[in-house]
């Protein structure tokens, strides 16, 4: 038996939505966008939503459309335990990535250290959303209103979760999402922001194909119905109507995947606390995960042999993640000094089991028995 950490869930109906756009007139920038847009947004209770080619692509652009890059010395704070791309798009968009300490019960970014590392250089708050669990949004809005920090939070892990009754989508100035095949629905490689902010919807619109315009209330100019400005630079970050009809079909599943992951999550934890060494995700009460990764947490001094058994046995756990400013890049480019002391401790003891709606019940008791087993076997 060979169990990734995750995996997508492909059926006929996507494979049937998808033979329709290849047999129809456009293949991208068609109808199939906008569709996709409004169904995400309509989903997730937000009014605007724009498609990207990746996740990574729709950070970018939000950095953008909060301005980061305006002034030479603008910084993004993040978090350190999150998929490099969350920290990168500050590079990308012109500033600075700066990272706060996570909360070592909840993984989240810590609030508090957030605003420690506030300075008059700050420009934009990019909240993870770590493995599917919404941050505590309104101690963030209090420390972004305050200093006046864009709010964009990284809901890779988390499309589909709530906070306080409300979908994620609906509470920051951008909520970013990723459509790779390990997250919650899949469009390949795929993305979209989604916003309340008609001004970001605008900027977005236009990053997303080169800075280009046709809208009159935006050109210099007019000239005729060929005619279309570029205003400032802009990438071709679009996602084809391929992708979008993948995505519509995807987004039709949504509520069944997300109980299915809910459900391997329950038996995990139920089973995993009675384990001795293991440490099960904290659940904060208000807020209903999405459960994009299962991590616990297991004694350092174990952790490498878990993993090794683990994948000769078939069980083939991860770990998320490496915290961002120790990777080579960061260490030199300026950041061989920072430490964020809990986010390493968490790093030592971190193993992601596998978590996807197509895991049979053979393949969840598997795990369970599996990483039991080897961990008791293993305890120091
Ligand atoms: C937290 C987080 N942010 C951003 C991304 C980037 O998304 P994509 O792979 O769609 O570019 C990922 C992808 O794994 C992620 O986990």
């Known amino acids: 038996m060979q169990i990734p950490y995750g995996r997508q869930w ?32 309509g989903y997730v209770g937000a009014k605007y939503g724009v498609a990207f080619s990746s996740g990574t692509a729709a950070l970018h652009a939000a950095c953008r459309a909060a301005n980061v890059g305006e002034d030479e010395d603008d910084e993004v704070i993040t978090s350190p335990l999150t998929f490099a791309a969350s920290a990168n798009c500050a590079f990308y968009a012109g500033g600075k990535p700066v990272f706060a300490d996570i909360d070592p019960r909840t993984w989240n970014i810590d609030p508090v250290d957030v605003e420690r590392k506030v300075t008059r250089n700050s420009r934009a708050l990019v909240l993870v959303d770590f493995a599917g669990q919404p941050c505590d949004m309104e101690r963030y809005w209090v420390v972004a209103k305050k200093h006046k920090l864009a709010l964009i939070e990284d809901a890779a892990h988390a499309l589909g979760a709530e906070y306080r009754g409300k979908k994620t989508g609906s509470y920051s100035d951008m909520t970013i999402f990723s459509f790779h095949p390990v997250k919650h629905i899949t469009t390949g490689e795929g993305g979209m922001v989604v916003t309340n902010n008609e001004a970001y919807y605008e900027k977005l619109l236009r990053f997303r194909n080169h800075g280009i315009t046709r809208d009159e209330r935006w050109m210099t100019q007019r000239e005729g119905g060929w005619y279309y400005e570029q205003l400032e630079l802009g990438y071709n970050y679009r996602l084809t109507d391929i992708q979008c009809a993948l995505g519509i079909s995807q987004l039709k599943k949504l509520p069944m995947f997300l109980e299915r992951r809910r459900e391997i999550a329950d038996r995990y934890s139920r089973a995993f606390r009675r384990v ?23 004694p350092a001094e174990i952790r490498r042999q878990a993993y090794d058994r683990l994948h000769e046995a078939g069980v083939l756990v991860n ?58 076997e293993l305890q120091p």
């Open 276 to 298: 001795k060494g293991v440490t099960v995700p904290y659940e904060i009460p208000m807020v209903n995960s999405a459960w994009h990764l299962y991590v616990i947490l297991v």
């Open 319 to 376: 770990v998320h993640y490496l915290p961002v400013y120790m990777h080579p890049y960061y260490r030199e480019h300026g950041y061989a000094k920072v430490c964020c002391p809990k986010a390493e401790a968490y790093y030592e003891r971190a193993l992601s089991l596998p978590i996807y709606p197509a895991m049979t019940e053979e393949e969840i008791e598997y795990v369970i028995e599996t990483t039991s087993r080897i961990v008791e």
């Open 10 to 41: 492909i059926d006929e109906e996507d494979i049937k939505a998808v033979e329709e756009v290849l047999r129809s007139d456009y293949l991208t920038t068609g109808p199939k966008v906008s569709e996709f847009e409004k169904d995400v947004c």
